[in-house]
């Protein structure tokens, strides 16, 4: 048998188990190899299932009948199988985030076609026709204040904002990751999106500046975008949602904001020099707050984000939606997925609600 053909198989065979049971840490950490090993293939089963058949299809298609193929159809099946339940487990998320929303402000997610096209021919990719990104707008004078805004080539006028804040550990990350999908479906839906930079390997103070700055830029450009500067949801993924959910706490004119996969715990750097956390701003006044974690989640463990939710939603007067989606790993808002559409879903219903209330 083909030692390629074999360490292909094994090395896929160990993805789809860390993608299907990943042995969970104790506590959060930037990284860790298991999260490396499944997070792709927890998200893209679809294209886990075609690299499987392009790496199985030599071996499969020789010697038929015999003993060593009989015994290669058997190894391929193995790591098939698993992506299969990757796939089945996906759908998953939809009655999970119908349920939050349900059961917190009594908001009904659209049961939009599913994008199954998409998923299978065009995973990775974004882009929309009706949609232009306006690149590296600087709204500092910082090499790393630049922001990316997308907006609905048929001129919005009044226009809700939708800020995004990539994660990275305060160490690494870009606006060209994370969320594009959801950018440029909102910005098609008449939204002005931005995805910005900030400041890293810097104090938590600065980085939280530069957000809180990429906003006021938003907000005085906002006639020039079509927008609204009275309506503005703040969101990020991993670091960006502790950014911006420290800011939902300490602006009081955000309409509300979103958390994906959220680090929401101390980090240094803070503006006294104490440890900086959105724990420390709860508040009753807090706008409304989406979080969304996954149960496998293994960079930032969904106790952490659970606890987080519970603290604000016991301070807050305002809605706190948490949804577990199961099954889910970090950076689950990177790629078009059947996950992601039903978390675009919910992401799209909760702001319009908060940008409405």
């Known amino acids: 048998m083909p030692i390629g053909f074999l360490t292909s198989i094994a090395l896929l065979a160990l993805c789809t188990f860390a993608a299907l049971r990943p042995p969970m840490p104790r506590h959060s950490s930037p990284s860790n190899l298991w999260f490396w090993l499944g997070n792709l293939l927890n998200e893209q089963p679809f294209l886990g299932l075609a690299l499987l058949a392009v790496s199985a299809f030599p071996t499969l298609t020789t010697r038929l009948g015999t003993p060593a193929w009989w015994l290669a159809v058997t190894l391929t099946a193995v790591p098939a199988c698993g992506m299969a339940a990757l796939a089945a487990r996906t759908r998953s998320a939809r009655v999970v985030l119908e349920a939050a929303l349900a059961a917190g402000p009594g908001i009904r997610m ?3 076609r599913r994008p199954i096209l998409r998923v299978l021919l065009l995973p990775l990719v974004s882009w929309r026709p009706g949609v232009r990104r306006l690149r590296n707008r600087r709204y500092g004078d910082a090499q790393a204040q630049r922001l990316d805004v997308y907006v609905s080539r048929s001129r919005p006028h009044g ?58 830029w938003l907000r005085d450009h906002a006639d020039e975008l079509g927008a609204d500067p009275a309506r503005l949801v703040v969101a990020g993924g991993s670091a960006g949602a502790h950014l911006a959910a420290t800011i939902a706490l300490t602006d009081d004119s955000i309409s509300g904001a979103i958390g994906l996969y959220g680090y929401y715990g101390p ?14 701003h709860l508040h009753a006044d807090a706008p409304p707050l989406l979080i969304v974690h996954g149960t496998l989640d293994t960079l930032v463990l969904v106790e952490d984000a659970r606890h987080f939710a519970n603290e604000l939603d016991h301070a807050s007067s305002a809605p706190v939606v948490f949804a577990e989606l199961p099954g889910t790993q970090h ?27």
Do not use: M
Request: aromatic share 12%; glycine share 8%.
């Open 110 to 112: 659209p049961h939009s």
């Open 159 to 216: 226009a809700p904002i939708l800020l995004y804040l990539h994660g990275g550990g305060f160490v690494t990350g870009s606006k060209l990751l994370g969320a594009r999908p959801l950018l440029y479906r909102l910005a098609d839906h008449g939204w002005v999106c931005a995805s910005a930079n900030y400041r890293l390997r810097t104090a938590y103070s600065d980085s939280l500046a530069d957000a809180n700055q990429a906003i006021a």
């Open 267 to 280: 980090t240094a750097g803070g503006a006294s020099g104490a440890p900086a956390t959105p724990h420390a």
């Open 331 to 357: 950076n689950f808002d990177f790629f078009h997925s059947l996950r992601f559409h039903a978390v675009a879903d919910a992401v799209e219903s909760f702001a319009v609600w908060a940008t409405r209330r």
